[in-house]
């Protein structure tokens, strides 16, 4: 069974940065699109970016643009959420997932049902 693992959460200062790392055990991710995606307490689960895995096409949440960077080491098999100038409204659990993703098609935050396997999620504090 493929699973997922996210990393690289903890507390931070708002303003302050975190690099989220997801780890899969599939033997590729080429024809995927990985996604990661929070929820914050008492609130549904929101898209934050994505890409696709074969050609780097990538989207992002209107909140977290330009604070944010998708990546993917193709070597490692990973994929990065670069997050900078943190804000409280940010705290929640990360989640990576992934699903069925073509070359040269777009991949869509907000599109969580093309997304089917799912990490458990690391926790991020923004303090104020």
């Known amino acids: 069974q493929v699973q997922l693992v996210e990393s690289g959460g903890g507390l931070v200062q708002s303003g302050g940065s975190l690099n989220l790392s997801c780890a899969t055990s599939?033997?590729?991710?080429?024809?995927?699109?990985v996604g990661w995606f929070r929820q914050a307490p008492g609130k549904e689960r929101e898209g934050v970016s994505c890409?696709?895995?074969?050609?780097?096409?990538?989207d992002y949440a209107d909140s977290v643009a330009g604070r944010f960077t998708i990546s993917k080491d193709k070597n490692k098999k990973m994929v990065y959420l670069q997050m900078n100038m943190l804000k409280p409204e940010d705290a929640a659990v990360y989640f990576c997932?992934?699903?069925?993703?073509?070359?040269?098609?777009?991949?869509?935050?907000?599109?969580?049902?093309?997304?089917?396997?799912w990490g458990q999620g690391t926790q991020v504090t923004v303090a104020t």
């Open positions: 997932a992934t699903g069925i993703k073509l070359p040269g098609f777009e991949c869509y935050v907000n599109r969580q049902w093309e997304y089917n396997t």
């Open positions: 890409i696709n895995y074969s050609d780097g096409k990538t």
């Open positions: 599939e033997y590729s991710l080429d024809y995927r699109a």
